[in-house]
């Protein structure tokens, strides 16, 4: 299986306009998508307007990559970063 | 000079400075402001439709025809959610509308006030962006943006809630202060709008370049184009591309019309109701160059067994297109004009005769019969003998809009327009409308069939009254008639709720003070679609086809490109 070369998980940070009907679509890509997300957290970001949502979708890099594309296309997207979850395949054992 | 004026008024002048000339809307309450100021403001031609589903539709066939943004109108309420199927179609197709609504007045927002809905909500998956105006002084540069933004890089549709409040308040105008870009002052929920963004997956130029290496090795490369390259304009690159490698070239629903047909290398549609050769030929292709098409379910049929043997050069505007559906070996993000003039200088010259030749071997003839002789076929020849193979042809949503895809001879590019991805029925007469007004002095046909045409035969009104000259086919077999044939063919024959009774339609076209023809028999065709199509405003002709026909072949749903059906089943009778 691809999941023991490749991490079975990995984080998403994206970091977004504060405005209510920004963060309003951001959940709604993660609903319509059909993205496997655990454990999703929105922050202040330190910079005043911008929130920084996180998420882990377990998945491989690949659908990690397709998920974090259709944020960059969002409009009030400022950045969006994926980081493999290192101890994930422990994880996916579980 | 700055002016005191309503947010009405300003609303009014932004779409005139955008560049607006024509408006699909429907009045009511919450978007009376507007109306009330709109006499003012000539330039904005207003088209009164019967339904405002309809006004979004015809919105999307003038931006599809002309390139520019379609903006249609609606008060708060029922008339904004009647838009939510037009603007699902248009976020499908990628097509750049403006839709405008009124709203609720400020302080009653969030209380269930009469005609209020969440419209910011329920749209949000089905627009690119949306925007409610909570201050007037916001609004010039929302309207800007929004224009900007339908049209930027993928288009689609985007939507703009207008509080009465906010309509009746008074400022001084100024104008738009900023034209939506890259280097725009950022505003709340309006950032981050770049025509390619998102990590690329290497540049361009390295993309080019493997895709050339690759082209050049191939020993049976295909073209498969798509609505990208309508968007796009490439007609001239993709061309120039399939002549230099004499690669053949299939075009998607949405890319038909993108390549011409009839041109030696043109092979046809894809997928679910393609033609044998041309999915076979996917099938045994050794490159696939996929140029502004998404890989769509009813092209690909089951991913896993698409293209076995095909290693997948992708260009797409959209980054994320690239991967989504199927594996692809190079994607290149970019403008498919771009992108293919690049390809284009970068492939060196060779033919493909031997897997044209091949290709060629597959090709399956079919004998049917139909009543009186009134073939698909017969009926799209005579409509292009009418009108000189010079007209535009707006399909709606089954049977008719398959046979039209196989059989109709486009010749001009982005002549063919039909809902593609959500397959609105009901699509085809209110988006004709629209086209009507992008090319006002050419020929438009709107091809429906009986169930499809009775969704939104009541803008038949709005031509009357509008003197829009739209002609109307109505391909009528007494039932729903692709549901019909997927119960034929996976439901045991049991045609459930798919016989549906339509009205004389000849009469119905009379009570609208529309001519209305009947034809019953192939040898009428060529006298009665002539008279309808040189009528000077609008006019209406049914077909009696017959009821069972089928559009063959025919991929199962979820099924191989290699599998198709090519006979109804056996015990299934009408054929």
């Given at each position: 299986m691809s999941g023991v070369l490749s991490p079975a998980a990995h984080t998403v940070a994206v970091l977004l306009d504060d405005a209510l009907v920004t963060l309003n679509r951001a959940f709604g890509v993660l609903r319509r998508r059909n993205v496997p997300v655990e454990g999703l957290a929105l922050h202040p970001?330190?910079?005043?307007g911008v929130s920084r949502l996180t998420f882990v979708v377990k998945a491989d890099a690949a659908t990690a990559d397709r998920v974090a594309q259709q944020f960059h296309k969002?409009?009030?997207?400022r950045s969006v970063m994926v980081l493999a979850n290192e101890d994930s395949t422990m994880e996916a054992k579980r | 000079m700055s002016e005191m004026l309503s947010g009405a008024e300003i609303l009014c002048r932004a779409l005139v400075d955008a560049g607006v000339d024509v408006i699909f809307g429907y009045p009511g309450g919450a978007i009376m402001p507007f109306y009330h100021a709109?006499?003012?403001?000539?330039?904005l031609r207003h088209i009164l439709v019967r339904h405002e589903q309809a006004a979004a539709h015809a919105a999307d066939g003038y931006a599809r025809a002309s390139g520019r943004v379609g903006v249609c109108v609606a008060t708060s309420g029922p008339g904004a959610t009647n838009l939510v199927t037009g603007l699902a179609a248009a976020h499908m197709d990628n097509s750049p509308v403006v839709a405008i609504t009124g709203q609720v007045s400020r302080p009653m927002i969030?209380?269930?006030?009469?005609?209020?809905?969440?419209i910011i909500g329920i749209t949000l998956p089905i627009t690119k962006q949306n925007y409610q105006v909570q201050?007037?002084?916001e609004l010039a540069d929302v309207v800007a943006e929004a224009m900007a933004v339908a049209v930027a890089g993928r288009p689609g549709p985007v939507l703009i809630d207008v509080p009465k409040d906010v309509q009746n308040q008074k400022v001084e105008y100024r104008g738009a202060t900023t034209t939506a870009g890259?280097?725009?002052v950022p505003r709340a929920g309006a950032r981050?709008?770049?025509?390619?963004?998102?990590?690329?997956?290497?540049?361009v130029e390295d993309g080019v370049r493997q895709a050339a290496r690759l082209i050049k090795g191939a020993d049976r490369p295909l073209l498969m184009v798509g609505h990208g390259v309508i968007l796009a304009e490439a007609y001239a690159e993709v061309r120039a591309l399939a002549e230099k490698t004499g690669i053949p070239v299939i075009t998607t629903l949405l890319g038909i019309s993108g390549f011409p047909d009839g041109h030696p290398l043109h092979l046809g549609m894809p997928g679910m109701h393609g033609e044998v050769h041309v999915n076979r030929a996917i099938q045994n292709a050794d490159v696939i160059i996929g140029?502004?098409?998404?890989?769509?379910d009813r092209v690909t049929g089951n991913t896993a067994s698409f293209a076995p043997q095909a290693r997948i050069i992708h260009i797409d505007l959209?980054?994320?297109?690239?991967?989504?559906?199927v594996p692809v070996a190079v994607g290149i993000v970019g403008d498919a004009r771009d992108v293919t003039r690049r390809l284009v200088a970068a492939v060196e010259p060779r033919r493909c005769e031997r897997w044209v030749e091949h290709i060629r071997g597959f090709v399956r003839t079919r004998t049917e019969s139909y009543r009186g002789d009134l073939s698909p076929e017969a009926i799209l020849a005579s409509i292009y003998e009418a009108s000189h193979g010079d007209c535009t042809i707006v399909t709606d949503v089954g049977q008719h809009q398959m046979w039209v895809a196989k059989l109709y001879p486009y010749q001009?590019?982005?002549?063919h327009i039909t809902s593609g991805g959500?397959?609105?029925?009901?699509?085809?007469v209110p988006a004709a409308m629209g086209v009507h007004l992008a090319r006002p002095n050419g020929t438009v046909w709107a091809i429906s069939g009986d169930g499809g045409f009775q969704?939104?035969?009541?803008e038949m009104a709005t031509m009357v009254q509008e003197g829009l000259p739209v002609k109307m086919a109505v391909f009528n077999n007494g039932y729903l008639g692709m549901v019909r044939q997927w119960q034929q063919f996976f439901?045991?024959?049991?045609?459930?709720?798919?016989p549906i009774w339509s009205p004389d339609y000849v009469k119905l076209a009379e009570a609208y003070s529309i001519p209305g023809y009947r034809v019953k028999?192939?040898?009428?065709l060529a006298d009665v679609v002539g008279r309808a199509n040189a009528q000077p405003g609008p006019a209406l002709v049914e077909f009696l086809i017959e009821q069972e026909a089928n559009v063959f072949p025919m991929i199962p749903p979820g099924g191989s490109l290699s599998e198709p059906i090519e006979a109804a089943p056996a015990g299934a009778a009408g054929d």
């Open positions: 970001s330190g910079t005043a969002m409009i009030g997207v | 709109l006499p003012d403001h000539p330039q969030g209380r269930d006030a009469f005609q209020e809905t969440d201050d007037v002084t890259a280097t725009q981050g709008q770049s025509p390619t963004p998102g990590a690329s997956p290497g540049s140029i502004g098409l998404r890989f769509d959209d980054r994320s297109e690239i991967g989504k559906n001009r590019p982005n002549t959500l397959g609105a029925m009901g699509f085809a969704m939104n035969m009541a439901h045991e024959k049991r045609y459930s709720c798919t028999d192939a040898s009428e």
